[in-house]
């Protein structure tokens, strides 16, 4: 199964956006799956889970309020939807699956190639 990502580009500060995770190979809805974010010389960050039914959702702490993440299991993706854009926002942002709905990348087994969202002021 391979991950993909879409939905990143270059867009202004307070601008929202929303980045998709697809799968080829296999179905996504299979798996708990969690958005990164990571930018250069940074450890790749938590930004939020869901399972594999969208019942459940578990956000990190510090950035709980302008990330939503949902699923749709008929089109097998899941969205990151990412609102009141600011420019420390910029970053790769990936997607990640695994059977456990967690914070821990370690627990993430399958990644996407992550796709770049810039925030400009």
């Known amino acids: 199964v391979q991950l993909v990502e879409s939905g990143g580009g270059l867009v202004q500060a307070g601008d929202s956006l929303r980045l998709s995770c697809s799968a080829s190979?296999?179905?996504?809805?299979?798996?708990?799956v969690g958005w990164f974010r990571q930018t250069p010389g940074k450890e790749r960050e938590f930004v939020a889970a869901?399972?594999?039914?969208?019942?459940?959702?578990l956000d990190s702490d510090s950035l709980k309020g302008r990330f939503t993440i949902s699923r749709d299991n008929t089109r097998d993706t899941v969205y990151l939807q990412i609102g009141s854009l600011k420019p420390e926002d910029t970053a790769d942002y990936y997607c990640?699956?695994?059977?456990?709905?967690?914070?821990?990348?370690?627990?993430?087994?399958?990644w996407g190639q992550g796709t770049k969202v810039t925030v400009s002021s």
């Open positions: 190979g296999g179905r996504l809805r299979s798996y708990e």
């Open positions: 990640a699956a695994g059977m456990v709905i967690t914070i821990g990348r370690e627990n993430y087994y399958l």
């Open positions: 869901i399972s594999g039914h969208g019942d459940r959702t």
